[in-house]
C-alpha cells in the first residue's frame, strides 16, 4: 500500500469517527461519480424517474483530474462521499469506488449501474488493480450471459445481479440528429463510426491503441467518424475523410452510422440495437488476450472479426450483414422498458 493510500485510509478512519451522530436518512438516495460533474445517461434517466417518488436525491458528481491538484480534490472528495454515505440509504454508482469497497457504511446499501453495458474484456476483480472490489448489494445487467462475468468481476453473489437491460438504452432511438447540421459535409455519405476502447485507467491515465488512417482505402463518399473515450487527451487526425468526433453524443453518431468499426469496447451492445453491422479490429488481439484478457470468445460470438488493415478494407468493401444473433444472446431487451426495470430493483432495495 503507497504513502497515498495510508494517509487516506488514516483519513477516512478520523471522519468515519468523528460522524459517529450521522443517521441514516431512510429515504435519501444519493448518485456518486468520478467521471462526469453533471447527470447523464443511466443517471440521468433514473434520476428523472425516482424524483416522481418520494425520495430525498442527492448528487457527488466530479470529473477525476490527473496531477497533484486533482488528487488533491479527489482525496477532499473521499472524505465527503464517506459523509453522504452515512447520510445515505442507498448509493447508486456508475463506476467502482474506493470508499465503498473499504469502508462502506453498515447501513447503507448500494447499487451498481455499471458505465458499460457489457464487457468484451476483462476488468475489475478480473484483473490486477490497486484494490478489490466488493460491497455492492445489487448490479443490473443486459442479460443473463454477464451475471458469473459481473459476479467475478463486481466480487459478489449472482442472486445479487438483476437482468434488467440499462435505463439508457430506452433513448437509443430518439437522437436528435442534429450531426448532420452540424458536419453538412457528411450528408449523403457513408458514414463509419470508429469507436475503439482505451487502454489504461482513471487513475494512471488513458491511451487508445488507435487504426492508421494512412492505410484506410475508402473512397469519397465514405466518411470515418471517430469517436474515442471522452477522458482521453485530444487526439489530432490528419485525414481529410476522417473525423475527430469525440464530444459529440454517441447516440447521434450511431442513428447516422452505416456501420461500427471497434476493438474491444462495450459500445457494440448499444449499437446492436440499431440493426446495423459491426466489425471488431482488433491487430493487438493475442497480446491482448494473454494480458488483459476477454470474457467472451470473439471469433465465436461475432460476425466479422479482422487484425489486419488490409482484412479491413476488404470488410469495409464488403456487403455486410446485421449480426441478430448477437443482439439476442447478449442485449435482448427491446421494449424501452428498461429504466423502469431498473427503478423496481432500487425501490425494493430502499425498503
Known sequence: MGLSKII??????????????IKTDEKRITFISLT????????????RELKKEEYHIYYDLIVFEKGVVGKFKYFLNCLQQLVEMKKSKLIILN???YIVSNRKPKDTKVIQIWHAPGAVKKFGNQIKRQYPIRNYDACICNSSYWKPVYAQAFGMDENKIHVTGFPRMDTIHNADNEFIKKHPECKGKRLILYAPTFRGNIIDGFVVESMDFTKLNIDENTYILCKYHPLLEDIHIHHDQVLNVTHEDLYDLMNVSDLLISDYSSVFFDFCLIDKPMI???PDYENYKQTIGLNMD???????????MDELNQLIASDLKVDEQFQ?????????????RVVEVIKNLMK
Open 8 to 21: 487516506l485510509n488514516i483519513a477516512l478512519w478520523l471522519v468515519d469517527t468523528f460522524t459517529f451522530f
Open 36 to 47: 462526469a460533474n453533471e447527470l447523464k445517461d443511466d443517471f440521468y434517466l433514473l434520476d
Open 95 to 97: 463506476d467502482n469506488n
Open 280 to 282: 471488431v479490429y482488433v
Open 298 to 308: 470473439i471469433y465465436k460470438e461475432f460476425k466479422y472479426v479482422c487484425t489486419t
Open 328 to 340: 439476442q444472446k447478449f442485449v435482448p431487451f427491446k421494449d424501452g422498458k428498461n429504466t423502469e
